[in-house]
């Protein structure tokens, strides 16, 4: 082969690297917001619509693991429900086939149905590529964005009305949130219990115990779902309280407000249930949380530097109520 030849090769194989690598750089650098619509202006009574998103997500693989209505603020005269659905290919892939169990505080799909007074029945949905990122990893994103087009095009089918893919609440090019209580993930995990042992048994046994702890607690949080994972190397559980539903979406509202339109935060209502995950870690199953302070910039950033500070106190008491839960269940 000539010099020519070879230097021309050369140029060739690192200029396809570079743009190989630009795009994908671009790709991990792109802007997600942490929501996502799917679709407004949904014909239909509100029961029926929620019917249809059940029915769409069963067909596509996606198991309906609850149904719970959100609390609003009082006097608001709109509703909100979030439709959680679990897939165990997609948990398998997204924790690394159980390598990296703790991913399993990005499952699963949250979707939300709610009225409005200007786009009628809208339906939204955490955007899967975003949280992906955060809590796999930047390989994830493709894959993610794949599931969130299948998703999105069964529902649309379902129900009808307007395609939507505006992307909403905090709007991030970046992995994780920054910025006081921010960080990366996993970071953010708040280590309730540890316990040795990382068999099925183990997760089995410890997961009852934070079972016993939700349903005898008396911070009146409420059970919302279970995934039962082992092969994953997690088993997680939602919960959900009214008064920190009805509190997270005023104070999300707050600067998006209007006379005609009191609770726009009404549209980040996926970001209920929080989570607590019992996983794998090494040779332990642990028993964690996310921090609250990070969970809460996570999802409710956009509410603005001003509604954190006038709120400093509320992620501290929600991650305290949440740990006594726990304990409640783990000291008998």
């Known amino acids: 082969m000539g010099l020519k030849l070879f230097?021309?090769?050369?140029?060739?194989?690192?200029?396809?690297?570079?743009?190989?690598?630009?795009?994908?750089?671009?790709?991990?650098?792109?802007?997600?917001?942490?929501?996502?619509?799917v679709a407004v202006n949904v014909g239909g009574s509100y029961s029926s619509v929620i019917n249809k998103v059940k029915s769409a997500l069963n067909n596509i693989g996606w198991s309906v693991v609850a149904v719970k209505r959100i609390s609003l603020p009082k006097g608001d005269s709109h509703i909100s429900t979030v439709i959680a659905a679990n897939n165990n290919s997609y948990d398998k892939y997204m924790t690394d086939n159980g390598k990296n169990s703790v991913a399993a505080f990005g499952l699963p799909?949250?979707?939300?149905?709610?009225?409005?007074?200007?786009?009628?029945?809208?339906?939204?949905?955490?955007?899967?590529?975003?949280?992906?990122?955060?809590?796999?990893?930047?390989?994830?994103?493709?894959?993610?964005?794949?599931?969130?087009?299948?998703?999105?095009?069964?529902?649309?089918?379902?129900?009808?009305?307007?395609?939507?893919?505006?992307?909403?609440?905090?709007?991030?090019?970046?992995?994780?949130?920054?910025?006081i209580g921010g960080g990366s993930f996993p970071g953010s995990v708040v280590v309730i219990q540890n316990y040795t042992g990382s068999k099925n048994s183990n997760l089995e046994g410890v997961a009852a115990?934070?079972?016993?702890?939700?349903?005898?607690?008396?911070?009146?949080?409420?059970?919302?779902?279970?995934?039962?994972?082992?092969?994953?190397g997690f088993i997680?559980?939602?919960?959900?309280?009214?008064?920190?539903?009805?509190?997270s979406i005023s104070i999300d509202s707050g600067i998006r407000a209007t006379k005609t339109y009191k609770n726009p935060g009404i549209d980040h209502s996926p970001a209920f249930p929080v989570e607590i995950l019992v996983y794998r870690d090494g040779g332990y199953t642990n028993i964690g949380i996310l921090g609250e302070m990070w969970r809460m910039k996570y999802y409710f950033s956009d509410a603005g530097m001003w509604a954190f500070m006038t709120h400093m106190g509320m992620p501290g008491s929600i991650q305290g109520s949440l740990k006594q839960l726990i304990l409640y269940g783990t000291a008998y």
């Open 109 to 179: 799909l949250r979707v939300s149905v709610y009225t409005t007074p200007t786009q009628g029945t809208v339906i939204s949905m955490i955007n899967l590529p975003a949280i992906a990122r955060t809590f796999s990893g930047n390989s994830y994103i493709a894959d993610a964005a794949k599931a969130n087009s299948n998703i999105k095009s069964a529902i649309r089918k379902a129900v009808g009305g307007t395609a939507s893919n505006t992307q909403y609440g905090p709007m991030r090019t970046g992995r994780f949130p920054g910025g």
């Open 7 to 37: 230097k021309k090769l050369m140029f060739i194989f690192i200029l396809s690297v570079l743009i190989v690598s630009s795009s994908s750089l671009k790709s991990y650098a792109a802007s997600y917001g942490v929501f996502t619509k």
């Open 236 to 247: 997680e559980f939602g919960v959900t309280r009214n008064s920190t539903e009805r509190h």
């Open 209 to 232: 115990l934070v079972k016993k702890g939700i349903q005898i607690n008396k911070s009146r949080w409420h059970y919302a779902y279970e995934i039962d994972d082992p092969s994953a």
